[in-house]
């Protein structure tokens, strides 16, 4: 059974640090994009970042650039997204998700490119 489990969210103040990780088990995600979205309290889900399994490409929405960096460990099957310079309207849900790059096309921007979720972890900044 393929599933990606999150960790790492938590409470924080403005200006703080926070390191989000995903496993993925299941199968081998070498050929996989992986990506983190994120839903506010009464918004949509919105991309935050994405990284492809075997170039690395990354790629982030403008809100997080230069204060998120996507990682990934391929031995381990994981995926890490540092948080620093948290701001509160960073505070969301976190979800990582994944598709195959190796049997379709799709767009790292979009959750409509994504076939598997995780659960999601909650991401509190406060003031």
């Known amino acids: 059974q393929v599933q990606l489990v999150e960790s790492g969210g938590g409470l924080v103040q403005a200006g703080d640090s926070l390191r989000l990780s995903c496993a993925a088990s299941g199968r081998t995600f070498t050929t996989y994009a992986m990506g983190w979205f994120r839903r506010a309290p009464g918004e949509l889900r919105e991309f935050v970042s994405a990284i492809t399994w075997t170039e690395g490409n990354t790629y982030y929405t403008d809100s997080v650039k230069g204060r998120f960096t996507v990682s990934r460990d391929n031995a381990k099957n994981t995926l890490n997204l540092q948080m620093n310079s948290l701001k509160p309207e960073d505070t969301a849900v976190y979800y990582c998700?994944?598709?195959?790059?190796?049997?379709?096309?799709?767009?790292?921007?979009?959750?409509?490119?994504?076939?598997?979720w995780g659960q999601g972890t909650q991401v509190t900044v406060s003031s």
């Open positions: 998700a994944a598709f195959d790059q190796g049997v379709k096309w799709g767009n790292v921007y979009s959750d409509h490119a994504y076939d598997i």
